[in-house]
């Protein structure tokens, strides 16, 4: 892009220089000051019959034009898009405003704000109130507003395919390498570390902590799990607590069981085990 366009601007000042203006095209005015290049509408352009390199100013684009050889480029020093407009990067579309603009299928998408703001940031905007972060993160959620769309809201994935297949859950939190990666609709779980949660399809409420933590849940709903590799052996359990490295439920369905400590185990539904295993001799429950 650029070299034809240092290309052609050789060749328009080639021509001003050495040949005469054909008395057929609009003249080139020039003046101590500058160049002032024949300025026309959008049709009067498409009139035209151009050579490669030529050069026009858009009245009705308000731009520089000029001819490659088989289309007129628009030359914008504040956006940079495709054809047809509705995709583009957009610099300081309001004087001073310090923002540049990332634009997506005519819909504001991201937004990067300088110093005139006061408030150095960067914005990801989605309708859905969702912010999705990292290859394939958060792929199958999709929210379409005003049609009626059931597409998950108020979601935070940060992470390489973290929440890659949740279609309609909503108000999730999943940081870290496929974290929550299977979900679909499940709400309300909070999941930080690689794989936590993974296997989750529809348990809500869940907060998994550590790596791998709640890696085999599916639907058991309003666990909390907290260091690496705890809960990892409950499918379809709820209400367990497991607190601790490597801390564990027995059997892939318990509810309302606890197990607090590194390594500890719990294998009866509504029991308690502190610092070991289900068999040792120190156990609150029934």
């Excluded at 858009?58 to 956006?79: A, F, M, P, R, V």
């Excluded at 495709?82 to 001073?96: A, L, M």
Aim: net charge negative; aromatic share 10%.
């Amino acid at each position: 892009m650029k070299s034809k366009l240092h290309s052609s601007l050789i060749i328009l000042f080639l021509q001003i220089l050495y040949f005469p203006v054909m008395t057929a095209q609009p003249s080139i005015d020039i003046f101590p000051e500058g160049v002032v290049f024949p300025k026309m509408t959008t049709v009067d352009r498409d009139a035209l019959t151009p050579m490669m390199g030529q050069f026009i100013y858009n009245t009705d684009s308000h731009q520089l034009n000029y001819y490659d050889g088989s289309q007129w480029i628009g030359i914008s020093y504040s956006q940079l898009q495709d054809e047809d407009g509705d995709t583009r990067v957009e610099v300081e579309s309001t004087p001073d405003s310090d923002t540049i603009k990332l634009v997506s299928g005519g819909r504001e998408i991201l937004r990067v704000l300088g110093s005139a703001s006061g408030r150095e940031r960067v914005e990801i905007l989605n309708a859905g109130g969702n912010t999705f972060l990292g290859h394939k993160s958060g792929e199958d959620n999709i929210y379409i507003p005003f049609v009626g769309s059931t597409g998950g809201r108020y979601n935070s994935f940060l992470g390489t395919e973290s929440g890659a297949s949740n279609s309609t859950g909503s108000s999730n939190s999943f940081f870290g390498f496929q974290s929550g990666h299977q979900n679909i609709e499940g709400s309300g779980n909070s999941f930080f570390g690689a794989d936590t949660g993974a296997s989750n399809t529809d348990g809500a409420g869940n907060t998994f902590i550590g790596n791998q933590s709640g890696a085999s849940n599916e639907i058991g709903s309003f666990n909390t799990y907290l260091g690496q590799f705890s809960g990892g052996s409950n499918r379809t359990g709820s209400y367990n607590v497991v607190i601790g490295d490597s801390a564990n439920v027995l059997y892939d369905s318990l509810n309302n069981a606890t197990a607090i400590g590194a390594g500890a185990e719990v294998g009866c539904n509504n029991c308690a085990v502190i610092g070991g295993h289900e068999d040792i001799n120190f156990g609150l429950g029934t």
